[in-house]
């Protein structure tokens, strides 16, 4: 099979997420004719099984990537140097969409060999339709997590979140509490040998994950979250009226969690504080 003809510029190669087998042709072509190829680990770029010479390899982190733009970019104007990552279709919730950025700013063609993507495989086997916000890592901070959270889900019918094991069960208590409780998809090891999709109740699914391995996709469905807000703020509203017009709290929650088809506890929670009768 003849190689491919590449012009000049910077090139985003999508690396297998799992399967190696997941590399696409074209992809190796490139990678063989480069003269520059940025990779975040040279020992899992090895693991691609493609023959390149150690110096034409450079490691970039997000900690040297400001630094190593003007190499990338020089090579760009007059060769072929090619942003991989670990796994998957770089600049996708990691530092080089940095790298892309600046080669717009100098004028450098930009080209995309596209391939596996976890956001992608994720969304295709949630089964969940509409559309996605991508989140991708959420922050550390609860408060801005909770933030993030609830104004997202406003107005996409999904989420798509990228998780470690240690923080999952966390993560998912979060949604069911703050989203109140909505459908979600867990993916792990994507077309590896052990890969898993749990769709399942946020708070279902924190019980059921243990001993995880590897960063996880979460795929939340928020179809029925702006509904449920909404019948929570008129709940809201006819509670105060029951409130003002001196009824009692459990008569008055039983009737807004009827009308407003709601859970009872969460009716009886919206109850004017002031009043515990």
Same mark, same amino acid.
């Given at each position: 099979?003849?190689?491919?003809? &590449? ?37 899992? &770029? ?14 970039? @982190? *997000? ?11 020089? #090579? ?12 998957? @279709? ?15 700013? *100098? ?17 295709? #086997?949630?089964?969940f339709s509409g559309d996605a916000h991508f989140l991708g890592f959420l922050p550390r901070k609860k408060n801005a997590r909770l933030t993030l959270l609830k104004k997202?889900?406003? @107005?996409?019918?999904?989420?798509? !979140?990228? *998780?470690?094991?240690?923080?999952? !069960? =966390? ?14 998809? #867990?993916? =792990?090891?994507?077309?590896? !040998? ?22 996880? @996709? ?45 859970? =009872? ?13």
């Open positions: 099979m003849a190689q491919s003809k &590449f012009q000049t510029g910077l090139y985003i190669v999508a690396t297998p997420i799992g399967n190696l087998g997941d590399l696409a042709p074209r992809a190796v072509s490139l990678l063989s004719q480069a003269n520059l190829i940025a990779v975040e680990n040279t020992q899992m &770029f090895r693991q691609l099984g493609v023959e390149v010479p150690t110096n034409q390899l450079m490691h970039v @982190t *997000e900690h040297n990537t400001f630094k190593k733009i003007p190499e990338i970019l020089a #090579i760009a104007q007059t060769g072929i140097a090619v942003l991989t990552s670990d796994a998957g @279709t770089p600049a996708i919730s990691d530092p080089g969409s940095r790298i892309v950025e600046a080669a717009h700013k *100098e004028r450098v063609p930009v080209y995309a060999i596209p391939g596996p993507s976890a956001l992608a495989a994720a969304i295709s #086997i949630s089964g997202t889900a406003q @107005t996409a019918k999904m989420l798509v !979140i990228y *998780e470690s094991p240690v923080r999952l !069960i =966390r993560t998912l208590l979060e949604i069911a509490d703050w989203l109140d409780d909505p459908e979600a998809v #867990i993916c =792990r090891e994507i077309t590896k !040998i052990h890969e898993e999709t749990i769709r399942e109740k946020a708070s279902i699914l924190s019980k059921q994950l243990k001993k995880l391995r590897g960063e996880c @996709t979460i795929v939340v469905n928020c179809e029925k979250y702006p509904v449920i807000k909404h019948l929570e703020q008129d709940a809201s509203e006819y509670l105060r009226e029951m409130h003002r017009a001196g009824a009692k709290r459990s008569g008055a929650a039983s009737e807004a969690a009827r009308r407003f088809n709601i859970e =009872r506890a969460l009716a009886y929670s919206l109850w004017p504080e002031n009043n515990q009768a």
